[in-house]
């Protein structure tokens, strides 16, 4: 952990060196672990994963080897591990011993992260999903940047955000619940698939359109393929969820596409007379569509449908070459 963060009194950071005594507070040691001050709260009622000490007025003060301990948890746990497990494992760790390696369990591997972490049973999948139940906006965000950043665009949605996503909508059709932890989540991956930096040097001239159906909301794999784009070296225009109909035509018109990307997630959105509808343009653009809403039987014998993210991929930088 190299974030330097000064010691907080009375709740406040003062900024100052720190008083190793004093202890670090709840909210700085928050703040550092990127958690929530009440998952620090539970974790010690639930789990005697705490402070060992308490200053005046019986406000907690976590030392550094208290702190070593909940960096060792809160690690785990964003490898998918069971989080009374997780406090086991750090509550056993030797003081001052070496730090974990990332995605290896303490104490002889008797938590099985790192391997069998991929899959819809996976144990990173396992713990997402868990931070996303707890609504722990933090730990979703580290854990969707983590593998954002080793695995690629491509994988990690197929690996990691796809089945999450899915558990939770399956979860909401069980039982209608969830809907807050969908709209975090999604905000949470949008923030996240934002941040992959657009191409340097595009391989493309004219832009490649991402648009969702008029009213789909569900814009989330635009942003994906957006993402997953600029990772290949191609710049794409995206214009989001619900684009009404002549919006994306006045777009057409204005920017002469190469390709034009519509999504629908839903059958109420996935009219496929409307993408009759779309201008011609010269020269004319590839017109491509994916997602579970369209009528794929009554699909235009021009529009090509895809049915994966790499299909996306593969389909909208077929023209342009080898990178
Ligand atoms: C996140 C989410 C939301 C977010 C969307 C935020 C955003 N900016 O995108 C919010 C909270 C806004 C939302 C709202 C609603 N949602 Co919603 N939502 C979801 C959720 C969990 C993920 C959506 C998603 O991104 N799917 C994309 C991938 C993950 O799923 P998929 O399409 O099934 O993937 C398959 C293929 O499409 C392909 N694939 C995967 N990724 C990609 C990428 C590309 C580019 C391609 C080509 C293919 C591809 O591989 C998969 C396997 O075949 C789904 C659950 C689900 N299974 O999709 C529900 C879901 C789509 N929502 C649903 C519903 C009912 C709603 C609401 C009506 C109520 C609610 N739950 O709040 C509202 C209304 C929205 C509206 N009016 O349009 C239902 C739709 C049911 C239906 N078939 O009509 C679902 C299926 C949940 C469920 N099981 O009931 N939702």
Do not use: K
């Amino acid at each position: 952990m190299n974030r330097t963060l000064g010691y907080a009194i009375d709740g406040r950071d003062m900024g100052g060196p720190p008083d190793r005594e004093a202890g670090l507070s709840v909210g700085a040691v928050a703040q550092r672990l990127g958690v929530a001050a009440s998952t620090l709260r539970t974790w010690d009622r639930r789990y005697g994963i705490g402070p060992t000490r308490r200053s005046t007025g019986a406000h907690r003060r976590y030392t550094p080897a208290d702190i070593a301990r909940l960096e060792v948890m809160h690690r785990l746990l964003l490898s998918g591990a069971p989080p009374g497990e997780a406090a086991r494992v750090a509550l056993d760790a030797p003081p001052g011993g070496p730090p974990l390696p990332r995605g290896h369990g303490a104490g002889g591997n008797r938590v099985p992260v790192g391997a069998a972490t991929r899959g819809p049973e996976g144990a990173e999948v396992r713990g997402l999903a868990r931070a996303a139940m707890a609504l722990d906006g933090p730990a979703m965000g580290d854990a969707v940047r983590t593998a954002l950043g080793r695995d690629g665009v491509v994988r990690a949605w197929n690996e990691l955000f796809v089945p999450v996503l899915e558990g939770i909508g399956r979860r909401y059709a069980a039982s209608g619940d969830c809907v807050d932890v969908e709209h975090l989540l999604s905000a949470v991956l949008l923030g996240r698939l934002a941040e992959v930096p657009p191409p340097v040097r595009p391989r493309n001239a004219r832009p490649v359109l991402l648009a969702c159906a008029p009213e789909e909301q569900h814009s989330l794999p635009v942003h994906a393929l957006a993402a997953a784009l600029a990772e290949a070296g191609i710049a794409a225009t995206l214009l989001g969820a619900r684009v009404p109909e002549p919006a994306l035509a006045a777009a057409i018109r204005r920017t002469g596409p190469n390709a034009v990307f519509v999504w629908s997630q839903t059958a109420e959105t996935g009219a496929p007379a409307r993408l009759g509808a779309l201008p011609a343009s010269r020269p004319p653009y590839r017109l491509v569509v994916g997602g579970p809403g369209w009528a794929r039987d009554r699909l235009p014998a021009s529009v090509t449908p895809v049915a994966s993210l790499d299909e996306a991929v593969a389909e909208l930088t077929s023209m342009y070459g080898r990178p």
